[in-house]
Nanobody, 129 residues
Framework: QVRLVESGGGSVQAGGSLRLSCVVS????????MAWFRQAPGKEREGVAA???????NYADSVKGRFVVSRDNTKTTLSLQMSSLKPEDTAMYYC???????????????????????WGKGTLVTISS
């Protein structure tokens, strides 16, 4: 059973930074599209950032230039470095993973693709003004 566990959430003031991490366990297979999603109170879940098996990234326009997603394929971990945080970034942040076939060469890992097989339980980020 693949498990994803997020960490790093907390409360910071606007303009501050946080680094979220997600550890994947339960499988030796590591060819995943991986992504971060978030859900603010009373709002729909939205895609934030995604990173493909080859390291290609893409972001929601609202976070582009402020957030950086990265991965460590050796450990199958996912990170999200968030800077210049705004109150509107306040949300529960979820990491997600979707396996790709061994022959996959990239191209379909998008931040707004919600059809992910595995999800973490979330870590809360609160930005005060």
């Amino acid at each position: 059973q693949v498990r994803l566990v997020e960490s790093g959430g907390g409360s910071v003031q606007a303009g501050g930074s946080l680094r979220l991490s997600c550890v994947v366990s339960g499988s030796t297979y590591n060819k995943f599209c991986m992504a971060w999603f978030r859900q603010a109170p009373g709002k729909e879940r939205e895609g934030v950032a995604a990173i493909d098996t080859d390291g290609t990234t893409n972001y929601a326009d609202s976070v582009k230039g402020r957030f950086v997603v990265s991965r460590d394929n050796t450990k199958t971990t996912l990170s999200l470095q968030m800077s210049s945080l705004k109150p509107e970034d306040t949300a529960m942040y979820y990491c997600a993973a979707d396996p790709r076939p061994p022959y996959y060469s990239g191209g379909t890992c998008q931040h707004d693709d919600y059809a992910m097989d595995y999800w973490g339980k979330g870590t809360l980020v609160t930005i005060s003004s």
